[in-house]
């Protein structure tokens, strides 16, 4: 009998929606409801008689002005969905880490202002609860309790005075949506790209690090900022260009939080800064305690001044602001002693600053593209500049002591306003071949049709190794028709087409593989035109228009391609001689 009265006990109870401001008894045929709905009335207090449904598993007490979740919410050990938004609670007793099965806790829209840390401590309710919305509230931090929820699918805050995110955030591996939109945070830690996220709101935040246009691109590019600075913490290098910055998001060095001091600290030991094409108008106020630079490149922002700071950059070897507004530069950088590369193409530059006259390590100085109308006095330099670049200003004549620069390598001068050329510049000593002298290099290099496009790719870690380095810009280019071939040197016996492939790409040129199948015309004609490109080749100071059509070099262009990879020869190949 009594089997078949809890077979058709009611599982529900719902007293919702009726104005009561205290809960009267529960009925005895309701002692083992499941579920039970008290919500929309105008209850103060935590009703004490839900203590008697001890198979309770879905409460929903929302919209009533309930002050505080007492502590007898611990004899509810089947509680699974727990409803209480929309209520002037303030106190939540830690008993409720002790419902051990709850899967969701909605306390939207009270007054918490934390989260008790029993949340944590109790190891099945880490394992279970996968939803906690506890948006509009007030909230100052995060409690690490959350951070320990592994099966935590959903976590909503938004509307709190969150000021941080804790770092240990990426332990919620299981977390698919993050809401903290509308609060106080200035930060995201790294440890956020862990996280197989679909939801990011960051919305409403004074966001400085990543700035809030990088969050508002998505999921994908704030991971890509954040990835970055992970990086910067392992390799001290930090690439953040094309990520439409505003201002350098360099932490505070007052702040005392630990979620800043480790951003602080890396930006501190940073070797390499790349923040080219964004939107900068300015350097970062804490330039100066970046003393590990070797390279800053802000190329492609609109930059207007360099602050007297990058004077106490002793170690900058390489400095990169081409295509800004920069009008000067401060007299301090004469204490960048290290500096080889000073690069300020597309500039308004109307004078070379005289403080460049002083880097006396200064190795190349690239000024093209501005208003330059005048050259500083070179006297006191120590005569180390490779290269300089002067063209496309208004220059209208040259200093005499120019004299000086005895290790010019490259001076480009073109598109100016120069009546006269001083003698003092032919004094200089003749400018050095720019190809070396291996043979098959050499060779790649004049021969070939295109360049290598990993020549200029490395060029600044080269210059930082102590290799010259050399750009497609400063080959020197002779039309088709004028050029002189003999057979290369270091060939020694190639001959036919491999002394072609030599001539063309060295040893690391591709290979013709013949496939003939059983056509032995086609491979007949191949044989004899490349004999014939041979015996061309092999007259030493013959002119090519003289003996090499461009017919031929159409069809060994053909046959040559500029990749690293076999090239078949069909059968059908139409080669006529």
């Known amino acids: 009998m009594c089997?078949?009265?809890?077979?058709?006990?009611?599982?529900?109870?719902?007293?919702?929606?009726?104005?009561?401001?205290?809960?009267?008894?529960?009925?005895?045929?309701?002692?083992?409801?499941?579920t039970v709905l008290l919500n929309d009335n105008k209850l103060t207090a935590f009703p004490q008689e839900l203590n008697q449904l001890g198979i309770l598993q879905n409460l929903r007490i929302d919209s009533n002005s309930i002050t505080n979740v007492p502590s007898y919410v611990a004899l509810f050990p089947m509680l699974k969905h727990l409803r209480?938004?929309?209520?002037?609670?303030?106190?939540?007793?830690?008993?409720?880490?002790?419902?051990?099965?709850?899967i969701s806790l909605d306390l939207q829209r009270n007054q918490l202002s934390s989260i008790p840390l029993s949340l944590a401590a109790c190891t099945g309710l880490t394992k279970n609860l996968k939803t906690f919305r506890i948006d509009k509230n007030r909230l100052k931090t995060i409690d690490q309790g959350v951070t320990k929820m592994k099966s935590l699918l959903q976590f909503r805050a938004s509307h709190n005075q969150i000021k941080e995110i804790p770092v240990e955030i990426g332990n919620a591996s299981q977390l698919t949506e993050l809401s903290l939109n509308h609060n106080l945070i200035e930060a995201i830690p790294p440890s956020l790209c862990k996280l197989n996220l679909k939801i990011l709101r960051l919305d409403q935040n004074p966001l400085k690090r990543p700035p809030i246009n990088v969050v508002i691109r998505g999921i994908q590019r704030t991971y890509d900022y954040l990835n970055r600075l992970e990086h910067a913490v392992i390799s001290w290098d930090l690439d953040l260009h094309r990520f439409d910055m505003q201002q350098v998001p360099f932490p505070s060095a007052s702040s005392s939080k630990s979620s800043?001091?480790?951003?602080?600290?890396m930006w501190c030991r940073i070797r390499c800064m790349v923040l080219a094409e964004?939107?900068?108008?300015?350097?970062?106020?804490?330039?100066?305690?970046m003393t590990n630079l070797t390279i800053l490149d802000v190329r492609q922002n609109r930059i207007s001044a360099v602050p007297p700071a990058i004077g106490s950059l002793h170690n900058l070897q390489i400095f990169d602001a081409s295509q800004n507004f920069i009008q000067t530069l401060p007299t301090q950088m004469k204490h960048n002693i290290a500096l080889q590369e000073l690069l300020l193409e597309n500039n308004r530059l109307s004078v070379v600053p005289?403080?460049?006259?002083?880097?006396?390590?200064?190795?190349?100085?690239?000024?093209?593209?501005?208003?330059?109308?005048?050259?500083?006095?070179?006297?006191?330099?120590?005569?180390?500049?490779?290269?300089?670049?002067?063209?496309?200003?208004?220059?209208?004549?040259?200093?005499n002591d120019m004299f000086v620069l005895t290790r010019l390598k490259i001076l480009r001068l073109n598109n100016n306003s120069l009546l006269e050329i001083p003698g003092e510049l032919?004094?200089?000593?003749?400018?050095?071949?720019?190809?070396?002298?291996?043979p098959a290099k050499e060779a790649k290099f004049l021969l070939g049709s295109i360049?290598?496009?990993?020549?200029?790719?490395?060029?600044?870690?080269?210059?930082?190794?102590?290799?010259?380095?050399?750009?497609?810009?400063?080959?020197?280019?002779?039309?088709?028709?004028?050029?002189?071939?003999s057979k290369p040197q270091g060939s020694g016996t190639r001959r036919s087409w491999e002394l072609v492939r030599f001539a063309l790409f060295g040893d690391e040129g591709p290979r013709i593989i013949l496939k003939t199948k059983g056509n032995k015309q086609s491979a007949a004609n191949l044989m004899y035109f490349c004999h014939d490109l041979y015996n061309k080749l092999d007259q030493p100071k013959k002119k090519l228009e003289a003996n090499l059509h461009e017919t031929d070099v159409q069809r060994l262009r053909e046959m040559f391609r500029p990749q690293k990879q076999n090239i078949a020869?069909?059968?059908?190949?139409?080669?006529s001689v």
């Open 354 to 399: 005289d403080v460049v006259a002083e880097l006396q390590n200064l190795k190349e100085l690239r000024l093209s593209n501005n208003q330059i109308i005048a050259l500083p006095d070179l006297s006191k330099s120590a005569g180390n500049l490779e290269i300089l670049y002067l063209d496309h200003n208004k220059l209208s004549g040259l200093v």
């Open 260 to 265: 800043e001091q480790w951003e602080f600290d």
């Open 451 to 485: 360049i290598d496009p990993a020549i200029r790719r490395n060029r600044i870690r080269d210059v930082l190794n102590g290799i010259r380095p050399y750009s497609y810009r400063e080959i020197s280019k002779v039309p088709l028709q004028e050029r002189e071939y």
């Open 278 to 289: 964004n939107r900068l108008q300015s350097f970062p106020m804490e330039l100066q305690l």
């Open 426 to 438: 032919f004094k200089l000593r003749d400018r050095e071949h720019l190809i070396d002298s291996n």
């Open 3 to 34: 089997n078949k009265i809890l077979t058709y006990a009611p599982r529900r109870l719902d007293w919702s929606g009726r104005g009561m401001k205290t809960m009267p008894q529960i009925p005895p045929e309701y002692k083992n409801a499941q």
């Open 569 to 575: 020869v069909e059968q059908e190949m139409n080669v």
């Open 84 to 102: 209480a938004h929309d209520n002037a609670i303030s106190m939540l007793s830690s008993n409720i880490g002790q419902c051990k099965h709850l």
